[in-house]
C-alpha cells in the first residue's frame, strides 16, 4: 500500500472513511479489511501518520532508529547515505521491522527530499553536513530531527535559524537530555530555588582523541567519497581521518564542541537563558596533539569558561575518562549534580532529594524527544531544542575556539 504524506497530501487526493465505506454497498463479493488501515483496534491509519526518511545512516543514526521506529504514528520510507553499506543495513532494519521491502534506498539524500510522501527527516551525517543537510531539507519543505551539533560554525548555524524560520520548519536538535528525567528533576529542583541562587555551573566531558598519521588508501567500494565530504575541501582518502572526522577542523570540533553542546545547552534551559547567552569566553590549559606523532588537529584537553552578565560563571572540563562526564549546579545554598553516566543525581544538602533519583529512562533512549517532535509537527509549533536554542547552546562552545588561544593553525 502506498504511504499517503500526513501535511503533504491535498484534500482530494484521499477517500475519507465515510466515502470508502459507502462502496462497500456495490461491492457484491466479500472484503476483508484489515483494522490498522481504518485505524481501527489501537493502530493509527497510514493516512495518519508522519512519514520519515533517514539521512546519514551511521552509527548514531541506527542506535536511535529504534526509538523512531516504537512509534505507531511515524512510518519510515527511505534511507540515504553516501555508504552502500549503511543503506543496506538500515533498509534490512526498517523492512525487518515493517515486515516488507518497501523502505527505499537513495544515495543521493536529494532524491529522498523530492520525495512528496515524505513529512520530515532524520539527519545524522555528522557535523560537517549537519547543518547544510537540514537547510536543503527545510526548503525543500521537510520537517526535521537533527543530530548535533546542528552546525560547523557560527554563521552556519545562524543561517540555519533564518531559513528554519522562513519555511516554517518544525526542527528538533538532538540534544536529548531537555527530555530526559534526571535533568528535569535537576531543572525543577532549581527552579524551586532549593540550591539557592545559582552562582556556578559545572560541565566535564572526557579527554579526546589523538590520531596517528596513516597514509591514504583507496577509497573502498560502495563509497560515494565526494558525497561523503560534502561541503568540506577534497582530501585523499585516509581511513583513521574518515573514522575519526570529529578531531578535524574541517569535518568537526573536537570533543568540546561534539559533546560540550550536551552541557552548554542544559547550562542555558536552567538558568532560562535559552535567548541570550554568555558575554565572555576563555579557552585555557589546552593541550595539543603532537604533530610529528598525530594528525589530528583538535585539543586534547583544556578548560573552557564563560560569564553571563549577572555573574553567573560556566566552566566546561574537557578531561579524564568517558565514565566520569556529569553537570553542576552550584548555588548560595548547596548543589545539585548529574551524573551523566548513571542519570543519578545529587546534590547538598541531601535533604532537598525528596524525589526518586534513580531507575529513570536513560539520555540514552531519545524516545520523548523524538515524541515531542512529532507532537510539534501535529501542532506546528516550536520543540523542545528548537533551531534557535540549538544555535545558542553551540555558540558558547565555538566561540571558545575563536582566536589564537583554542584554535591553533594546522601544522
Known sequence: MQMTSLSKRSPGSVLNRRGFLSTLGAITAPLIIPGSVLGLNGAVAPSNRIVFGGIGMGNRAMHILPNFLAFPDLHFAAV?????????ISKTAIDQHYGNSDCADLPDFRDLLARKDIDAVFIATGNRWNATASMFAAKAGKDIYCEKP???TIREGRELVTMARQHGTIYQAGTQRRSTQSYQFARELDRQGRIGKVHTVDMQMWTGAAIPHESPKPIPDGWNYDMWLGPVQWRPFVPARVNGWAYFWDTGEGMHTDMGTHYTDQMQWVLGTDDTGPVEFEATDLVWPDPKQFMSETAISGTFKFRYANGVRGFLYQRGAFADRYIRYVGDEGWIQVDDE???????????LDAKTTGWVSWANAGAHIRNLLDCIRRRRPTLCNPEVAHRAQ???????IGRASCRERV
Open 395 to 401: 555558540t558558547i562552545c565555538e566561540a571558545t575556539k
Open 80 to 88: 540515504s547515505d553516501a555508504r552502500a553499506d549503511r543503506r543496506r
Open 150 to 152: 546542528i552546525s560547523l
Open 342 to 352: 548513571t542519570d543519578i543525581v545529587t546534590a547538598e544538602p541531601k535533604s532537598i
